[in-house]
């Protein structure tokens, strides 16, 4: 190090001088800053939204529309002082990140401002990337429902096969390692699973009562008559034509 320069770890005169006062206002602002922070982080997002709706209804009542870029600035200015930037910040980052908003910005063609009016078309990026994130967010929606219906597929197979576990156990003749053997368990397992099968065998509702078969008699229906020769009975003698006799 070269001599003629300063250490830095000792404070210079003029920094010496300004040390008192610079501490001074540091501590002022972090007093402000506490005193500030109890406030801001009681009003939740859900509260920004809700005096949202009471100051600019035709913009947040309703449906979800496409809003007006930088509409944080215009909020600031027609409700000064009403809430701060990281409100506003934890607000509309939900707000915009809905499943609704963004099926809303891909149906319309034109942004809003506070009083509902329109304020500018829909970029073509921002449909871009709205679409792409409701389609990832279908992708993942679909792969969820197929993990949780092969889930239960496989716990409605295990507790099917723990049910036929118990039934072959209740009826079986086999010494217990023959049939630990035939159904591919330990002894040390079977005891656990015929108590889960138990279990979920008295938890079953009750199978409703069978009705009472009718024994009546099917009443026959009666016969529709038989035209032309086949309705003729064996014992008819009624004459031919042309006066012969009928064959017996």
Same mark, same amino acid.
């Given at each position: 190090?070269?001599?003629n ?28 800053v ?9 009003v ?11 100051? *600019?209804p +035709? #913009?947040?009542?309703?449906? &979800?529309k496409? !809003?007006?870029l ?6 600031? %200015? @027609? /409700? ?8 506003l910040s934890a607000f ?22 506070l ?5 500018g ?13 409701l ?34 156990f ?8 023959? *049939?630990? +053997? #035939?159904?591919?368990?330990? &002894?040390?397992? !079977?005891p ?7 279990? %979920? @065998? /008295?938890?079953q ?34 004459p ?9």
């Amino acid at each position: 190090m070269n001599e003629n320069t300063p250490d830095s770890t000792e404070p210079t005169p003029q920094a010496a001088e300004a040390a008192p006062a610079v501490e001074a206002a540091e501590v002022a602002v972090a007093d402000a800053v506490q005193a500030d922070a109890p406030a801001a982080a009681s009003v939740t997002a859900a509260d920004v939204g809700a005096q949202l709706k009471e100051l *600019f209804p +035709a #913009l947040f009542t309703g449906g &979800a529309k496409p !809003l007006k870029l930088r509409i944080q600035a215009d909020i600031q %200015e @027609r /409700a000064p002082g009403r809430f701060t930037k990281q409100q506003l910040s934890a607000f509309f980052r939900r707000y915009t990140g809905g499943t609704g908003y963004l099926i809303a910005l891909t149906k319309a063609k034109e942004r809003f401002d506070l009083d509902g009016q329109p304020a500018g078309e829909v970029a073509e990026e921002h449909l871009v990337a709205a679409r792409e994130e409701l389609a990832r967010r279908k992708g993942l929606k679909q792969e969820r429902m197929a993990a949780e219906q092969a889930e239960h597929q496989l716990l409605d197979q295990q507790r099917h096969n723990r049910a036929g576990l118990l039934r072959d156990f209740e009826r079986t003749t086999l010494t217990l390692p023959n *049939f630990c +053997a #035939l159904k591919g368990v330990t &002894a040390e397992e !079977l005891p656990g699973l015929l108590d889960i099968a138990r279990k %979920e @065998r /008295a938890e079953q509702p009750p199978a409703p009562p069978r009705m009472a078969m009718d024994r009546r008699p099917p009443q026959r229906e009666p016969r529709e008559p038989r035209e032309g020769r086949d309705a003729r009975r064996p014992n008819d003698r009624r004459p031919r034509p042309g006066g012969g006799k009928p064959q017996r």
